[in-house]
């Protein structure tokens, strides 16, 4: 009897371990199943996700390619300038509110004011008011150191002639500033048509004005006024053709708040377009536009990546006509003339401080060469006021061959160069990849070649005959 117990509870320990184990695989193969139907279910739904969004985000990826990683840098003496060439390690879609957000609202300014340098410091003020709104500029097209909001003629190019726009995006989007998109796509949002035009009074501009006793009175109370359409005859050619729905004047000395130029003012329309924007600063908009996280478009104006073609161009001259060792002189006569009523006698003397100061870098640094550029060459500056000294080019050009020995001078002509701000681009890449710098006269383009060296240079430039800018 008592083996038979034995055997029967033998038998049910075995029982309760076959039956223990059958469960244990059961189990497992249930949440086996069950992974896979969670894992089909989350991969159809991400399916369906980039389906749906993908789509909407693909503008943005292509003219925004982000870089992560390392970036290698190269000019040529291995330091960092606009005249680098940058390879990207690793291309990512970079996590920025600017890249999923579609900026359907938009700014286009159908005149600067101003040639290169202003005009390009103009450029970087709207892309960093921009960003209040939400809205993107219309890439502006260029055409002798001139920017215009559409085509003029059919030598007008795009903004990329001057600029690499896709460098240029990555720069403004870094900066938390609006983005700049082609023509096209400003098009297919805006189709020919302004939901508000805006005339920028400047100085006199106000005095000239066309309005009626309360238009005068609103302007003078809150800084803008709804007016009439033919108060700026300037330019008027440019924006002919587009449906324009509502005209407003702003006096920049009074509306200086860009939440009340948004609420009050523009209301939240699309498409918004400048008579002529000049940016920021004396005679010109007060808008507010750096905070503690947004850099004023003043402190990155230097920062512009310029076009790779004209870089080239600028390396390759370089490197056949001077090799690495030359001295670099810019002569802006205008700001000597300015300030001297337009005599030239200040602008000879000028030239002999000029030769006199590089004999003395000569003997000290062993340099022979001398790279010069002018802006009363054929392809020089077009500002109304170095007329006198382009009158007498020819007679500064040969009083410069006595002064200064084995000097050269870029001839656009020999690469089918001939837009005056493609030329200036090409010579201030020159100017700062010498060894030693000199800059007579001052002003703003000036300032940037300055930026330009003293980035690559231990040097620091020379200024003779100068005007500090403001």
């Known amino acids: 009897m008592t083996s038979r117990a034995s055997q029967e509870l033998l038998r049910r320990k075995r029982l309760q371990s076959v039956t223990a184990k059958c469960m244990h695989e059961v189990m497992r193969r249930l949440r086996r199943t069950l992974l896979k139907i969670v894992f089909i279910g989350t991969g159809i739904v991400c399916a369906l996700f980039c389906a749906t969004q993908l789509p909407s985000l693909g503008y943005e990826k292509k003219y925004i390619p982000y870089v992560s990683g390392s970036i290698e840098t190269r000019s040529w003496e291995n330091k960092d300038s606009n005249t680098s060439t940058i390879r990207p390690a690793t291309i990512r879609l970079k996590k920025h509110q600017a890249t999923i957000e579609l900026r359907e609202n938009f700014f286009i300014a159908f005149s600067f004011g101003d040639q290169l340098t202003r005009a390009t410091e103009s450029l970087l003020a709207l892309a960093a008011l921009a960003r209040y709104g939400k809205r993107s500029v219309a890439v502006p097209f260029v055409k002798d150191s001139m920017l215009y909001g559409t085509k003029i003629d ?123 924007w000049r940016g920021i600063g004396i005679g010109r908009c007060h808008f507010p536009l750096s905070t503690d996280k947004v850099p004023s478009p003043f402190s990155v104006r230097h920062e512009v990546p310029f076009s790779r073609k004209l870089v080239g161009v600028a390396q390759d001259y370089a490197l056949r006509q001077l090799g690495n060792n030359y001295i670099s002189v810019h002569i802006r006569s205008e700001w000597v003339l300015r300030r001297h009523n337009s005599n030239i006698t200040y602008l000879l003397d000028c030239f002999r401080q000029l030769s006199s100061r590089i004999q003395i870098t000569k003997q000290k640094a062993g340099l022979e060469k001398i790279f010069l550029a002018t802006d009363f060459s054929t392809f020089g500056s077009k500002s109304y006021s170095i007329r006198p000294s382009q009158e007498k080019s020819e007679m500064l050009h040969k009083y410069l061959d006595k002064l200064l020995e084995n000097r050269h001078v870029f001839d656009p002509r020999t690469v089918e160069l001939s837009d005056r701000g493609s030329i200036a681009i090409v010579e201030m890449s020159i100017l700062s990849a010498g060894k030693k710098l000199f800059l007579v006269g001052g002003g703003n383009f000036e300032d940037w070649i300055k930026y330009q060296f003293e980035k690559v240079s231990d040097h620091a430039a020379e200024k003779i005959c100068y005007r500090e800018r403001p």
């Open 154 to 276: 059919q030598d007008a190019g795009t903004l990329s002639r001057y600029f690499d726009l896709n460098a240029l995006n990555q720069k403004l989007d870094s900066y938390g500033y609006g983005l700049l998109k082609d023509w096209r796509h400003f098009q297919q949002i805006c189709n020919q048509s302004l939901d508000v035009l805006l005339n920028v009074f400047t100085l006199d501009g106000k005095s000239k004005a066309r309005l009626s006793k309360i238009q005068k009175e609103r302007l003078n109370k809150t800084g803008w006024t709804p007016c009439n359409s033919d108060l700026q005859e300037t330019g008027r050619d440019r924006y002919e053709g587009f449906n324009i729905s509502q005209r407003i004047c702003i006096d920049p000395e009074i509306l200086t708040s860009v939440q009340q130029l948004e609420t009050d003012v523009l209301r939240g329309s699309t498409c918004v377009g400048f008579v002529t």
